[in-house]
Each structure stands twice: as structure tokens, then as C-alpha cells.
């Protein structure tokens, strides 16, 4: 079974860091697959990607050895099997809020007799190796998306699910259900303080703590805190960004 | 008959600029198309578009006011009819060499009696108005990529050819035709002599003059050498640059 | 915030005509939007569409004024957050039949503190405009479909929900629901009967009423009878009709 | 109304022999329907299939009298309607466990006043016919797959639910359910001993039973025993079978 | 080997009418294929359609018993082989303006001796049948676009190519050649002598005579003259034309 | 830069199995490159494939070591182009028939100063590593299929341009040109013939012999009469040969 060296990282205290496919070329795919990073997540919840594609951008990753995982649209069991017959190596799970949602996710991801996965993982045996059946438990991860109000409060029992490896914080929907705007550029200090709660509630589940956040400097400051999960910016702001910062560099009216 | 902004510019002798899609996102098309550009340009040499994915790509572009063009692989006249049809407002032509080929490619651009454009524009009605007839010609812009010796030598010849809006130099390619590698940070001293002999060349046939290059520095400096149609990087560029240079600067390991 | 025109035409009395896609061709979707209806509907419901294709044919229409609205195939939270995302300005509702139900589609669609949406809206944000956030809640459209005999019977309970803004009656399932077929070219009385208690319905609610047709016949008469959120056939029925009716006027033997 | 073939058959007693795609190719799905299979069915649980490729699968097999089916990927009442809308003329159902369950799903694919199912079948009656509505409840083949433990245990109650033409055992699945490994090349006795119990549970209730297998001696063996309602292996074991055979006969070191 | 019916009926002296196909929807197309029309094109030369969607638009097609053809873009034998190696029963040449290129055409569209198509039709033998290198000669139509002032000159040479079984006039691209605008109502009376002189050249070499027109009026005064090959308008003016009468006739402002 | 392991077989003098797509399934390409063939190529020329769906198949097949190719359609310079733009690592190249035909060839496949190949190849650098400018000579194959009359009388001059690496030999259209029916079991004297002549004249230019076949009995065959660059089959003929086996082996009628 191929080791999930984005898992690995975790279990041994170190950053797995990561971005995320808002976009759905393979090509930036593979680009971005090539950079190094631990992981990278093609998502199916806020992009312009679908069950349609998602075959095709996971196979762009695995040209490469950085790990591919999916952030599924909701905790539907559609969309966990799915994502890995087709070869994620982990999912990440958004508005996790109790922990019963997370023992119904896990299982939902896990073969008998720890859940009730159905059999038939076309491209999970390919890139995962002929012994997937049994070694498919230990190297999946799953991140649950602490980022609710609700989330925050349920944080312990949330990370204390077996099966959960890391939670992962949605600083934009935090800040929303905590009644602020998303895409600010600090955080309100409620905020910050749930984001606290979230990390220690993970770390007292000996589980790693993980956020999305959008650049290095936020990185290394997260890192330092603690954090181990790092979801850095994605690919359709690195385009945006780059984009505006070049035009509005340039002298256009002559 | 809708105006071709970009093309205005260029006559009225201030830059256009412009950038170009080698990923086949329509969100990415519509993100840079909401930045500012003056025109954008869906490539299909050197890129994972086709036909197939064309006119999402132009659609994407034109739910703004950002002129979509697109660059053919050839020049083979079912890539222009097709790129026109579909509503593009401009073509860039690589690998112009010859006066002949240059009026080849505005003939295959041009109908009755300039050329010998077939009729049936389904995209090209909708987006350029009920006049797109009598008007196609006045707005659509060609663009003739000089990027090879014999182009240079013949600079002056295919500029003269009317219905030729501008040139386009690509660096890379010039290099490599004048026997040197691609991608280097400066060029050559014979490479840049080329430049100056192409944009001289456009500028004696009352011609913009213009260049793919990547940093707003070079823009800047090449606006004020006197070139207009402006190229400044790719999407799959800046998504490449952005991600590397945040993931360098996150310290990894702990 | 962009306005959503055809909202502001149901607030303020007047008839907002549309019509729905049941083909997945963008060309189509760009050149009915450029007749000139006040919206149209993706269809995800009874359609060749999907969410792999659903962005471009947003796009397609975002390329002129008329309104992008989706109509999801069920109330699932997925589909009201990915139709949004991905810049839908309105959902159309299928069969509810309770205010919970109306109340859940609400909250699914709204951000806090009013719902749950998850923030992230890649194009929401590109039609909408940077104020998305603040904005949607007033511009977005929702379009409750009454087709049931239960709906019916709730009809003014569904229509007082807030963020409720039209109700939609889809004939042919009110029809089936009451025991009758569909497609048939007069309605039973029953089923007129119920037509015009749920337009009752939603005027004691302050709300528009609305009704998908075929012909501008019915058009009309729906309108003098107060209905203002009108469906005007669908894509496929046009060009079938419109080809059977022409080739049947052939005379093929001789 | 076209009839239906497969069930047809298992009505008379006799085998209906098929196949399924785990692959997304219209080009084998036409091939496979040229070689005399009853029924074929387009995967959406454990394939490269989405609901964006199905209606161009199910017209491959349409060129042809062989019966399309498709094996949703869960209960959900959005893919019963799709699939059937698409054209599909009967669908294999995952994880059937109790009547409850099978009852709804009935209800999904029914119209009223047997079901709940929402009229507008765009390829429902191109396939069918005019008479779909009043048709599709005779032609329409429902599969329950009896996989899990549970199933095992209420196989009588819901071969018994009217509207459930036949039962399909998934190997796999029911030995892993029962504790074992899938993809072994013998079952074990108590995986035996279920597909016992399911295949008298679907002839007490007058239906017929039917099994996933991939030789046809296993075929045979099961018609033997009673077996009606077979799946002859999937496209991608095909290819992957007569790949690597052809290549390991092959001398290729010299 | 399946008879081509709608070449049939041409060699019969029949009318033999038909629609084109500029949107890509494959639904559209069965609809289409259902209403009973002899044969429809997939146009490749002004549409949103390419050689990646071809396959599945003659799929659509091939449910029904309507004959597929496709029009090509150009005269590239990749095309042709393309198109019919698809399965298509025949191309639609544009632009023929010299025998040499219409014989070039039947050379590419026939295998040796009497051309160099290459052996490898997947769906040619699945929709053709097993006898198709033998027979493929005798069933495949070809139609040659006469559609310039040079095509006009050299008809009757180019319709005694052996293998050319008709002409197709497009009155658009014609008007143009002859300097006028395209889309009118009523056509110029060079124009219509031209389309004289085509049928003529036609007639005079025993080949059946054709023209792309819109209306049934049109079509019957057309099959009164002698035409034989129809051409009844195209998908996306049915709806087009569909939507606008459809709209212009709803009182919207009360 | 990473070496063409199956060009490196071929310079050894050891066969390299490959075996090509004619569908167009990226999970089917990525099954069979897990089954140890040296190459495996994608057919543009007879099968589903097209220029949108190319890179998705080589990802597929670069998530392993089997060397990715592809079979253009034609000589046209934008498919070879592209083809190796999106990664391929060489091209199998149809109907050579004379040195200038391959010369052509080459010198569009190769960078300057051997050829005119235009810089910018997004999945070249991905694949071939950042040295792709000045490796890609070395590693790219360039296969020519000698398969008609006059490829075989010019054989020794086509293989004798410098950059041609092997022949391949398609024995269907070879049997055509010389006047017999394709797919036969038993090849024809004088095929077998022209099949040794081809063979001899790649040996006396230094090349390896190739050609595409069926059977691991006929590939240990052609191998032990000196032929080494074996294309086994395809994907197609394995999945239809397979289920026609197996069904034709269960019985059906009881």
C-alpha cells in the first residue's frame, strides 16, 4: 500500500502543507503537483469543478508523488465514496458540528467492519496498490472542517472520533457564523480565540490542528502556533493576484 | 457593430494590454477578464485548449467589456474561420514569415471581396452586433507573430500587408530560431537587435509594434521603446510563480 | 451589487417572462439571451444539464443582461449552494410542499446570520460584484415550485416564508399530482382550481405569483389573470416544434 | 410503449444476461451493445461515470435493442429521476437493506398515484414513446442489491415490495459485509450460504434473483441454480483481463 | 450493410430532406432524429460542434433510423476520415470550386483502389455492418458545397466526378461571392441564376441537385424546381426564431 | 531529462510492447499502464480520441512509467505539435511514403536548428524535466507507419532520415494498398512480402522494425523474425473480444 506521506507528516508532528484546485485545468494541476507542496485538494464545494472532472485532476496529481485529497461539497456518502473509488487519498469535510457527523463520515469512508463502504474503488487499487482493501483505513485521512459557531463548541468530542486525523479551520465561515465578514484581512478577536479553542480541542484529541490561510507570512505564524494542516491560498487567487499585481504595475496610458 | 477596444487603441497609438490563457478554466477566462486587461487571449499552439473548449473560453471573456482574441496554431484556414465564428474579435497568427502568408491569413479573415470568408457566425452576430457583415472587417484584429529569422528578414513585406493591425514578437521562439535557448532572463544581443528591426518594420508600415514578455518591468520599458500590443504573462504562469514563491517562503520543517 | 432585474420587476407588479434550458448548449443559452427575456433557467431537474456544465451556461447568459437562474433538480443544500456559487442570481424550487421545506431552501440559500451558506462564490462574486456578501441576500431570487396536491394545501404557509419570492407552478405535475396526465392541451378544472388558489396564496403574501406555459396565448391570459413569473416554454420545445412544423409542411413525395 | 426486453425475459422464467460500464467510453458502450446482451448498465457508484456522461452512454446502447439500465450510486431520489429521465429503462439499486428502503425507492420511479416521480422525461420519451407516462410503470426494471448483513436478514420483506422485479447479490460487497475479504476467487461458505437465503427470499416473493459474477462458468452455474438476472462481468475487467494476458505470453526479453 | 435511405431516395428522383445541426446538444439531436426528417448534418464548419463531441451527436442520431452526415470544414482528408470513420454516412463538402478537389474528396472518402482511405472505422462497422470495406463505396454520399463564383463556373465538371452523388447550394456564402450581403429575404436575380446554372450542371451529370434553405415555402418551390437534396433550416434558428415569436407576442408591461 | 525508456529498448534491440486507445477512457489508459507495457500510445487517427481529451489520456498514462505516445491523425505539423506540447513522447506517424514525407516530419517535431518546432510546451517540461529544450531530440520516438505500395518501394529512403526511429507497419491498410480486404487472419503472400521488405530496409538504415498485430502468438512471431517496436492490440478490440467471449460461453435459453 502506498504510504500517505501527507498522513505521515501529521502523525509525526511535522507540516503538511497544502493548496487547493478552485479551478478545474489539469494542466495548473499538474503544475502546481510539481512545486512540492504535501498535498493538494481538488474541490467539489465552492468551484467550478464536479464529479464530472474530478477523475481527471486527481490523475493530473498523481504524476507526481504530492498526495491528493478532495474537499467534498457536503457529508453526503455520494461524494466520500466517490472521491475515493476515484483515488483521493483523503477528503476533507466541511461544517463538521458534532461528533455524530463525524462518526457517520468516517464510516461512510471506511470498509467493514469500522463502516459500511461499499466495495469497487477502480482507481483507489491503482494508485493505492493491490492490498487496498486492508491498508485503505490506515492511509486515508480525513479532515473535518471546524467552522461553525456549533463546530467550535463541539470541537473535543468532534477530534475525538476515531478515524478523524486533523480538523480544518475555515477562517471566512468562522468569521461568518460568528457574525463578521468573510475575506478580512485580520480576523475579528472572537475569531481568533475560536480558531485557539479549535487547535487545542484537536491537540487534546492527539489529533493535528490544521487551517486555511493565504500566505507564507500567515503560514509560518500558524505553523508556530502549532498548526500542522496548512491549506496555503489556491490556485485561482495565486492567478488573480499574480494577474492584478502585473497590470497595475504597468504604464498604460501613453 | 460593437467597437474592438483594443484594436482603438492600437490605432490610437496607446498600449494595449493583454494576457493569455494556456489552462482551459472558463472561471480563470472570467477572474482575468474582470481585471482590466484590454484584450485576452485563448491560445491554442501551445496550450490544453482546442476547439472544444473555445467558446466557453470567449463566453467567459465576454460577460466583460475585455476584448477577446485568440491565438490559432497554424495557419490553417479552419482555425480562423472557427476562432471568428465563435465570436472571437481578433486573431494572433504565429510563424509569419512570407507577404504571402500574411495575405493568406487576412484573406481566410477577410469576406467577399477582401477575402474568402465563408458566412455563418453564430457567436460572431451575437457578440458583434446584426452588422457583423459590413463591420467584421473594420474591427476584427490580426496580429502576425515575427518570431523566426526569416520573419525578421521579411518584417517590413508582411506589415505592408493590409488588414495586418500589428505584430507580435515571441521572444522565446526568436531566440531559439537565431540559435540560442529559450526562457533565458535576458536576451541576447542579436535577439534584441531583432526586436528592434521587427518594431521598426511595423512602425514604417504604420503598424503597432508588439511583444509577449512577463514582468510589468519589461512592459514598461517596451511601452516606452514604443510598442503597443502588450502580452503580459499567462494564467498558468502566474498560478506557477504565485504558488512557488509562497510555498519557498513557508519554513516546513520543525 | 449588480440588481436583479427581473426581481425588481416582480416587486414592482410587472411581468418577468423567462423561459428554461432543458438542452445543454451554451450558443443556445447565449442567443436566447439576447431575445430578450427578463431570465432564464438552467434546468437541472428534467435536463441534459448538470453541475459539470453548469458554469458555462451561467456564463453564456451572463454575456448580456438577462437573469442566470438555475432550477435545481431537489432541494438538497448542494445544489442551492453550488447553482449560487457558481453565479445563478435565483433558484427555482421543485416540489415544496411544506413551509419547512421553504424555510430550509431559504436558509440554505442566505448567508448568516439569516442561513447557513458557506462562503465562497467564485463567480457570485464576479457577477454580483465585491459587495456579494452584503448584497446577495436582497437580490437573489427564490422561486418556490407548488405542484403538488400538499402543496397546494400549504401553498399560504409556503409563500409567507420570508425569502420566498415567487411561487412557480409547473402544470403538468399539478396535473399528475391530481390525478390526471400531463401534457394535455386544457387543464381539468381541478387543476385550474388549484392554479388559482396558490395565485391566491401568494398575493395574501405579498408575493408574485408565478406559472411555466407554452404559448403567448396562455401568456397573456395568465398575466390578466395576475400571474407574473411567467415560463415561457423551453428550448427543446421550440426547436421541436419549430422543425416538426416545418417539415410536415413539405410536400417529400413526388 | 417499446417493451423491455430484459424484464420481459426474467418474467418468462428465462436468463437476462448483461453487462456493466465502469468506464466513461460511448465507443465500447456501443461495441458491448452490439454483442447480444440483454441489458447493460452504466455505472454511477464505482466508476468514472457522472451524471454529466450519462445521457451520451445511454444513447450509445440506444443505437441498438439492447435494454439500458443504470446503477445509481445511492437511493437518493435525484439520481432515481435522472437516470430515468435520461432514458434508462430500469435501475440497480446499491445497499437495499429494508422494505422501507425499497418502498421509497418504488415511490421515486413512480408516478403518481403509485410514487411521487416529477413528469418531464426528455429522453424517458424519445426511448419509450408517446405513451411513456402511462407505460413507463409496466417497462421499468427496479434491481435491489442485496449486499450487507441487514439485507440478508429482510431479503423476504423486500423482494415482496411491490414494483421490485428482481434482486442482484454484489459478491464483494456481501463477503465483506460478513466479515471476509472481497475479490476472492472462491466464497465462503456463509457468503454461499446468503446467496442462498436471497435467492429463495426473491422466488418466495415470485421474483427473480440475480447475481453479479464475471466467467461464464460461474454464469452457467447460477443459471443452474435458479439464478435469472446475471451480470456478466464490466467492460474495464475485460480489457484489463485480455491486456495482461495477451502481454505475459509475450517473450519480450531477447 | 445498412442501406443509405436518404441517398436512396436521391437516386430515386425523391426528395430527400434534411436539417443541420450547429448547436451541440446530443438531445436536440435525437429530438430531432425522432420528428422524421431523411438525414441530418452535424455541421462542422460554422458551430459550436467539433471532432470531440462528433461521436456522441451521431450517436443521437443513430437511435433512430435518419440518416447522419456531417458537414466538414474544410476539404483536410483529416476531417473526412474523421467523420466517417465516426460513423457518419456521408459529408458535405464547402467550397468545391474545381473537379481536382472534388476528386481529391472522393479519394480521401474512399478506400483503395478508387482512394487512399485508411483501414479503422470503429463506428463505421458498428452502424455500417461487418460488410462495410466493400460496401462503404456505395453507401457514403457525398455532397459538394457549389457555393462561389468559381464553383459556378466549373459545376458540371465538378458533378461528374465519379463519386459525387450531389451539389449543395449555400445561397448565403453564394450571395456573398457575387458581391452581395448574405441573410436577405428575397435573393438577387444573378444569384438565383446561378442557382440555376448549378442545378443544371447537376442535372446534366445524372447527380441530384440541393440547396440549405428555411422555410417550407421555400422547400416546395425548391423541390418544384428539381431540387432533390433539402436542406431545411438548422436547430438553432428554430429556436431562435421559436423564442423571438414566441416573446414578441407577450404583453409584458401592465 | 527523463529518458524514453521504450526508445532505449529499441536502440538495445529489445522489443518494446506497447499497445494503443482507440476510446477515449482515462481510466481504461490508466489500467492498462499498470499493466507493464513499454508504451502505449493514443490513436488520433481511427477512434474517439480528439486534441480535447489528449492530455487527460497521458496523464493517465504518466501516473506510471509506461511511456506515453501518440498516433496523429495525419503529417500536419499542429498535431505533432500539440501532441508533443501535452507531454507525448513520441508519435506514431500514418501513410509514409517517402523521405520528404518523413523529413518533413521530423523537422516539425524537432526544435531549431534541426527543424522549426515552436517553443512552449507546458506538459513537455512537466514530463521531460526543466532540460526538455535540449533533451527532447534525444528522447522523443518518432515512429513512421510504412503501409501502402509506395511507402514500401521507398522504404530505405524513409528510413534513413536522421530522426525516424522505427517503422511500424499497419497490416490492415498494407493489405488494402495491395489490393486484399483488411482484417483477414492469414495475410497475403505478397503482404507477408512487402512486411519482410519494410523490415529489411529499416535494418539496412540502422532502425528498429515495428508493427501492430493482435496476438501474443503472432507478437512472439514477428519478434523472432527481428521486429521489436510491437503494438499489441488496443483497448477496444480487448473489451470487445473479451465480452463476446464470455457471453457467447453462458446458456442463455432455459
Redesign the interface.
Known amino acids: 500500500m502506498r504510504p500517505n506521506t501527507a498522513k505521515k507528516r501529521l502523525k509525526a ?3 503538511a ?1 497544502g ?1 487547493m484546485f ?7 494541476a ?3 503537483a ?5 498535498w493538494l485538494a481538488v474541490d467539489l ?4 469543478n ?4 474530478l ?2 485532476m486527481l ?2 496529481i ?2 507526481t508523488s504530492t498526495i491528493p485529497l478532495v474537499r467534498i ?2 457529508q ?3 461524494f466520500i ?2 472521491a475515493l ?2 483515488g483521493a487519498y483523503g477528503i476533507i469535510v ?2 463538521v458540528e458534532t461528533a455524530e457527523q463525524a462518526e457517520a463520515v468516517v464510516k461512510a469512508a471506511s ?3 469500522r463502516g ?1 463502504r ?6 483507489g487499487l ?2 493505492g496498490g493491490s492490498d487496498y ?2 491498508g485503505a483505513g490506515n492511509e486515508i485521512l480525513i479532515a473535518a472542517m471546524i ?2 459557531r456549533r463546530g467550535v463548541k463541539n470541537v473535543r468530542e468532534i477530534m475525538s472520533v476515531d478515524g478523524i486525523d486533523t480538523c480544518w479551520i ?1 477562517p ?2 468562522l468569521s ?2 460568528l ?1 463578521h ?3 478580512v484581512r485580520e480576523l475579528e478577536p472572537d475569531v481568533e480565540e475560536a480558531i485557539e479553542t479549535i487547535k487545542l480541542g484537536a491537540l487534546a484529541a492527539g489529533k493535528a490542528a490544521g487551517i486555511q490561510l493565504y ?3 500567515d ?2 505564524r500558524r ?1 508556530a502556533q502549532g498548526f500542522r494542516f ?1 491549506g ?2 489556491t ?20
Open positions: 508532528g511535522q507540516p502543507i493548496s478552485t479551478a478545474g485545468s489539469p494542466l495548473i499538474e503544475i502546481m510539481n512545486i512540492g507542496f504535501d464545494e465552492h468551484s467550478e464536479s464529479l464530472a472532472n477523475q481527471g490523475q493530473a498523481c504524476t461539497p457536503c453526503d456518502v455520494v465514496k466517490r473509488d476515484l466541511p461544517q470498509y467493514p467492519p459500511f461499499s466495495w469497487g474503488a477502480p482507481r491503482l494508485y482493501f486492508h467552522e461553525t475555515g471566512n465561515d461568518v457564523s457574525g465578514s468573510p475575506e500566505t507564507s507570512e503560514a509560518n505553523i496548512i496555503l491560498s490556485d485561482v487567487r495565486y492567478v488573480g493576484e499574480g494577474a492584478r499585481a502585473n497590470l497595475s504595475s504597468v504604464t498604460r496610458e501613453r
